[in-house]
């Protein structure tokens, strides 16, 4: 699922730990020993990521499916 | 699953077999098909379904004799379908000329004596398999005998134009021939390659090792036939084109001619229809009277088991379709395992294989390919996760327990209530206990926990091994007494797995030894209708235990159509619900909807399930022990998934407390944990998302827990809401949170499976 997966609404949550707006960077998804890279909503200073509840349901759950079913 | 049990199986499934009037006829004319395209008023399809096995329809379909309409299913409601008339019909509206395809042609040469319809058949197939043709002839003109019917039936210029298109085919034909002299013959057999003789004429000179082929009619008996002297022309062009292949003339022709046919097409429920008569005797059906007859045509097909089971319904075939997809699955290599899906979502209820004329058991068909695909570590991980999960739960501390009943220090029987009705109802647990005890001697046990039927319906063979063997463990350290089971589910794994220990089920035991004598609310005296859970399919004796319980309540029933043996699952059956959520919600609704009466039922999943879906149900002790807190049985909502939980927490807790004295454990060991203090505020809402996507209450204290205590959180300045992560097990959970007065506000969750790591600054 390599691509761009952020959406502006995601950018409005801060990183309550560092108390930084969320930027758009590369994260690392692995799921049944498959690893795939997308650029996902994060934090800039600790990374951590967003998934977004249409993200979680939509796109990934797709992704899950496929390599389940591989 | 190897290539010689698919086999096996697909023949099981005869849907694909052939209806009765195609196996009929002697050329195996598609019927069904060109009577649907008829019914449609499709004429031009119909004529090219005739087109494609008849030869000369012109001719064959204004005279054809239909032997297959003394087969036709329609006698069982009403008459047969004129088969012929509609041929007729047909073949006498105005078609668009078509051309006539060939293979290329071929070096050898036959020639072919007569014209009758037998010689001329012989020649239309010869010729299109591309072999020289030249037709013998002893009179002036062909097909005499097809001329020499009345006008009004075959007018002459049919035959003529029909037998026109064997000189398209590039047919040489020769009239005036001295086929009677033996020295023309003997010229005949030298000349050409092969040679027929056809009906009428010197068919004794039969000689097929050295070429020499003929006319068999008489063995047939249908010398008067037009279709069946076609059809002897068939047979013979076939023997001819194998003769001149070289390979064997007989091998693989059983089906030549007409054959019994497995095909099973239900008739019963069929209102009876008389045969449409044509207005006009002679010359046969208009369209539209062509139409209406075409429209009784019952389409012969099976599906019995389709038409009964949402699930193979769903996925747009039948068993015999499935069980290849099924092979396929499992052979594949690389790429997607395209019947993952449909391995999964069969409930295993057996239906199928009640209904079906074969006995096909997709339930086993499935469960082996679930055992199959755990044991190659090809099982999806989410597909029956959560249901697995559940179980861990009822064989944990938090709710497993064994004990003699209070002050026994013996069992001579046991209850065993199961997890699902500790889970909807636990009080009816209490009061069915204190009664069990009242009425058996000798001390009645008391075993809470799972029977591990989600691990059994996974394919998970060993896990459900290692556990069931813990239960019989329990059983054992009871000193073996009877086991009394509430639900059905139960008593199907204990008595396949646990075959030395005697049980029975609650509504044999109350229905042997007897109701509470208290019994003064009065039942009403509309009918409710009986559910029987789809696990009693093979227990009749339940069932009736059940229906004299009713009796002796005052209770009136009604049954359903499909009850007893014939029972559908209420999707709750093979972990249907956790594979497919929504295919299970189609099949309860199909349940729900086949009696506008309240439902009763005796397994606790099956209430909760047509309770969820909007169904009035009543469980058979809410009319036995009722509560006088709960006048409307059937209108009792189905606990969600976490007080599913939380209500076999507190039936533990209490019955501990209550009838062995060991203390409140509940608030004191499992509220210990800091996450279980956090309070929350649901809106329903949210709870109904909870439901819907499965997540329970202690998984999101979880998350808030960690979030609050780690800081590990996104913030929303416009909203003041918290966005937090947490992994308990295999799946990521997220919850969109805010502080409010007294805990903390929920407003959304959802999950994933996926791990993801950011990367910071990129
Ligand atoms: S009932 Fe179903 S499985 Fe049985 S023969 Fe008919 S279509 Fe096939
Ligand atoms: S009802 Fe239709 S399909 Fe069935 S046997 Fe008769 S013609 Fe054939
Ligand atoms: S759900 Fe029941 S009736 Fe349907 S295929 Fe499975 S076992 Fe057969
Ligand atoms: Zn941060």
Known sequence: ????????????????????????????????????????????????????????LGKMAEVEQVLEDK | MDQKELRLL?????????????????????????????????????????RKTMPFPGILGRICDA??????????????????????????????KQRILALPKKEKRIAIVGSDLDSLTAAWDLS????????????????????????????????????????????????????????????????????????????????EDNGIFACGSSQHGGAGSPVWQAAEGRWAATSMDRYL????????????????????????????????????????????????????????????????????????????????????????????????????????????????????????LCIEARRDMVQKGKMPPSAHEFALLDMAFSNSEQFAMVRHEPGHKASTSVFFPGCQLSASAPAMVKRAYAHLRQIIPGGVGLMLGCCNAPASWAGQEDRFQTEFSGLRDQWISLGR??????????????????????IKSLWQVLDEKGLPGDLSVKHGAVPLTVHDPCTTRHEPETQQNVRNLLRRLGQPYEELELGRNHTECCGFGGLMQNANPDLAKTVVQRLSGQSSADYLTYCAGCRDNLAASGKRAVYILDLIFPDTAMPDPGSRKRPGWSLRQENRIRLKDELLNELWR???????????????????????????????????????????????????????PATGHYMTAFKPYKATFWVEYSVSACGFTLHNAYSHRMEVAGKGQP
Not at chain 2, 27 to 49: P, S, T
Not at chain 2, 77 to 90: D, S
Request: with cysteine.
């Open chain 1, 1 to 56: 699922m390599n691509g761009d997966y952020s959406s502006p609404q995601d950018l409005a949550w801060k990183c309550r730990k560092c108390n930084i707006n969320l930027i758009v960077g590369p994260a690392t998804l692995t799921y049944m020993g498959n690893r795939m890279t997308a650029n996902l909503s994060q934090c800039p200073i600790c990374g951590y990521v967003l998934i977004s509840e249409e993200l979680a």
């Open chain 2, 10 to 50: 697909e023949n099981q499934c005869i849907q694909e077999e052939p209806p009765e009037c195609m196996a009929a006829c002697p050329i195996h004319l598609d019927v069904r098909v060109f009577v649907g395209q008829m019914a449609r008023g499709a004429f031009h399809e119909a004529w090219k379904v005739l």
């Open chain 2, 67 to 96: 032997p297959c309409r003394d087969h036709c299913k329609r006698t069982k409601a009403g008459q047969a379908i004129e088969i012929g008339l509609l041929e007729r019909a047909c073949v006498t509206t105005s078609v668009p």
């Open chain 2, 128 to 207: 299109r398999k591309g072999y020289g043709i030249t037709l013998f002839e002893s009179g002036e003109q062909l097909g005499r005998s097809l001329l020499a019917m009345p006008e009004a039936i075959l007018p002459r210029d049919v035959v003529a134009k029909e037998i026109l298109d064997l000189d398209e085919l590039g047919v040489e034909i020769r009239l005036n021939s001295p086929i009677h002299d033996k020295f023309f013959l003997a010229y005949l057999h030298r000349g050409f390659d092969a040679l027929y003789l056809g009906q009428g004429d010197i068919a004794e000179l039969r000689d």
């Open chain 2, 245 to 364: 292949q070289k390979v064997s003339l007989t091998a693989g022709r059983e089906k030549d001619g007409p054959y019994p046919t497995k095909l099973y097409t239900r008739t019963d429920g069929v209102i009876p229809l008389p045969t449409v008569q044509p207005l006009d005797q002679v010359q046969g059906y208009t369209q539209d009277e062509a139409i209406r007859e075409a429209g009784r045509c019952l389409q012969c097909q099976c599906l019995e088991c389709v038409k009964v089971c949402a699930y193979l319904k769903h996925f747009g075939g039948y068993p015999k379709k499935y069980a290849r997809e099924i092979y396929n699955n499992d052979s594949i290599v690389m790429g997607s395992r395209q019947a993952n899906k449909l391995i999964n979502s069969c409930s295993l209820c057996g239906l199928c294989e009640a209904v079906c004329p074969e006995d096909f058991a997709m339930q086993t």
């Open chain 2, 481 to 502: 007494p009877d086991i009394i089971l509430a639900c059905s589910t139960c008593y199907q794994i204990f008595q396949t797995y646990l075959p030395e220990a005697k």
């Open chain 2, 662 to 716: 060991e203390g409140s454990r509940k608030m004191a060991d499992t509220r210990a944990d800091d996450h279980e203090k956090i309070i929350l505020n649901i809106s329903p809402e949210v709870q109904q998302t909870l439901e819907d996507r499965r997540i329970l209450i202690p998984d999101i204290q979880k998350v808030i827990h960690h979030a609050e205590s780690t800081g590990e959180a996104l913030f929303h």
